[in-house]
């Protein structure tokens, strides 16, 4: 509000004082009345999760992590070391950061244009009057008049914009919830940026055990055609079964490149989550092994408590909020504007008498504004805030839904990830019995070359398709956490 400055003391004052303290009373009164709808968050009906019973059925190696920290209870510090890297490096998390403090700019402005707003200003100046001028051809005929003149002025001001229908209270407001809705999608990044870190680096280790297993099969194709040539000099063997073992062995090569290519991707991708240059970590995750194990996952079956703790919904839900005061903002433009100002300050021409009563000036106002015909603008502009309110409903809704479809989603996916794993690992003690059989047959004479090649490529296959999914299952449960809103 604008506050008179000090006056000389002289009669009449204390009526313009007290004249003004009741306007700023007046003022403070009707600016706690706000109009528009006020903020009430919409019910939620909590749903039972269908599938977290299928998450007590397994055999975890290892117990539940913290969630905010939920990468340490893969036991693996290789991962826990990037996963660190990329929380302090990430450019999107920088970003994120970067939008979180734009958001809080934007609150303390909003925040402040209810306050008043004072200045102080000031200026010297020394001119010369033109004879010829009409103020010059004057002056010139009075005795003691001089061309050369110093003007010095010195002003304190003050304004305040009366809130008298709650614009700047909603707009204040709407501005607040927009920050925490920033502050929850800077989170949401976290949660993010942590998750995909964890994916890229399983995906590697995924491929680094495919292509171990590859490079073996190599070699095994290779042994099994000097075996074949051996034979062939024994009169043992043909030419035609020299041909398939050395199309074996050009089959497992071709298995290398695509393998490759995907350690590669994932490697670039991981450094990239880091901030990093492609290639500056790779010599890093070159050395050891997966040492991860999958953590045991407790969920609750409540929904709600899921719906507290996703970024994603938490930061639906406060645009919903910022949407709503918009309304009511919008709607302030109905009711008028008013404005307290004031002025205070001393102008001379000379510094003689400057800071006197002589050369004190002073001035006090009133605006008013009001929009009495705009042709419908008004309600429009309202209109199109409910309208974004309708639409931020909405999208909190569907946030609501997402949320609870990826966590059924993930346990899913996590539970029969681990079911095929161990069908797999069967899978695959038997497939090795069935080829060391083959081998022995025809090394006995009992079995063709093309009984061994089909048996080796049906263990290749199976050993690969373990690898992928043993990569999957921790990937799964990297999905679990993440759909949990893990990692903040």
Aim: charged residues 20%.
């Amino acid at each position: 509000m604008n506050t008179p400055l000090l006056l000389p003391k002289r009669a009449g004052r204390r009526p313009v004082l007290t004249s003004l303290g009741a306007a700023m009373a007046a003022a403070l009164v009707l600016s706690a009345c706000a109009v528009g709808p006020d903020y009430q968050r919409p019910q939620y009906q909590d749903t039972p999760l269908h599938n977290v019973a299928l998450l007590q059925q397994r055999q975890a190696q290892a117990p539940m992590p913290a969630l905010d920290h939920w990468w340490d209870g893969f036991g693996d510090p290789v991962l826990s070391e990037i996963i660190g890297r990329v929380l302090a490096q990430n450019l999107d998390l920088s970003a994120a950061l970067a939008r979180v403090e734009q958001a809080r700019a934007a609150a303390q402005i909003a925040g402040a244009r209810r306050l008043p707003e004072g200045e102080l200003s000031g200026q010297a100046a020394r001119a010369k009057q033109s004879l010829q001028s009409p103020l010059g051809e004057i002056g010139r005929t009075f005795p003691g008049y001089q061309r050369t003149q110093n003007l010095l002025e010195l002003d304190a001001g003050a304004s305040w914009e009366l809130d008298l229908a709650g614009a700047l209270k909603r707009g204040a407001q709407a501005a607040d919830a927009e920050l925490q809705a920033a502050e929850a999608q800077q989170a949401g990044v976290r949660v993010s940026v942590a998750a995909e870190a964890a994916d890229a680096y399983f995906r590697i280790r995924g491929a680094q055990a495919r292509i171990a297993l590859a490079e073996h099969q190599v070699k095994a194709s290779s042994s099994l055609g000097d075996i074949v040539r051996l034979r062939l000099k024994d009169g043992l063997a043909s030419v035609a079964e020299i041909a398939q073992a050395d199309a074996r062995l050009a089959q497992s090569r071709a298995t290398l490149p695509p393998l490759r290519i995907e350690l590669e991707r994932q490697t670039n991708r991981l450094d990239v989550l880091m901030g990093a240059a492609p290639g500056t970590y790779a010599r890093q995750l070159a050395q050891g092994a997966d040492a991860s194990r999958v953590p045991a996952i407790s969920v609750s079956q409540s929904s709600v408590e899921l719906m507290r703790r996703r970024p994603d919904v938490i930061a639906a839900e406060r645009r919903l909020a910022a949407s709503n005061e918009r309304i009511g903002q919008a709607m302030a433009a109905w009711y008028p504007d008013l404005s307290l100002s004031a002025l205070v300050g001393f102008q001379s021409l000379g510094a003689a008498g400057f800071l006197t009563a002589n050369s004190l000036q002073a001035q006090g106002g009133l605006g008013l504004r009001w929009r009495l015909f705009d042709f419908g603008r008004i309600d429009a502009e309202i209109a199109r805030a409910k309208g974004a309110n309708a639409e931020a409903l909405a999208q909190y809704r569907k946030s609501m839904l997402g949320a609870a479809e990826d966590v059924e989603n993930a346990i899913m996916a996590l539970v029969q990830l681990e079911q095929q794993s161990r069908d797999l690992a069967e899978q695959v003690d038997a497939q090795q019995r069935a080829r060391s059989n083959a081998e022995e047959a025809y090394k006995g004479g009992v079995l063709s070359l093309s009984e061994v090649l089909t048996e080796d490529r049906l263990l290749l296959s199976a050993q690969d398709e373990m690898a992928q999914v043993h990569a999957d299952n921790a990937r799964a449960a990297v999905s679990v956490f993440r759909a949990l809103g893990g990692g903040w």
